[in-house]
Nanobody, 118 residues
């Protein structure tokens, strides 16, 4: 079984930075896309950033220029560097990976809280 474990969340002041990490463990043949989503109560989960196995990235318009997604394929881990955080970005952030086990399967992390507040 594959598990995704997120870390790095917490409370930060507006304008501050956080770095989220997501590590996959278990029976993994290879990892395709990796991504980060976020969700606030009463709203749909939204894509924040994603990265392909080849390193191509995609960002929500609202985070372009402030967030950076990266990956370490040897560690089956990806990272989300978040700078200049805004209060409205308070949410639960979820890691997602498309993993070949060898079947192509989408896995989600349990979610990690990010709170941006004075």
């Amino acid at each position: 079984q594959v598990q995704l474990v997120e870390s790095g969340g917490g409370l930060v002041e507006p304008g501050g930075s956080l770095r989220l990490s997501c590590a996959a463990s278990g029976v993994i043949f290879s990892v395709n896309d990796m991504g980060w989503y976020r969700q606030v109560p009463g709203k749909e989960r939204e894509l924040v950033a994603s990265i392909t196995s080849g390193g191509s990235t995609n960002y929500a318009d609202s985070v372009k220029g402030r967030f950076t997604i990266s990956r370490d394929n040897a560690k089956n881990t990806d990272y989300l560097q978040m700078n200049s955080l805004k209060p409205e970005e308070t949410a639960v952030y979820y890691c997602m990976m498309v993993i070949n086990t060898p079947l192509r399967t989408v896995f989600w992390g349990q979610g990690i809280q990010v709170a941006v507040s004075p």
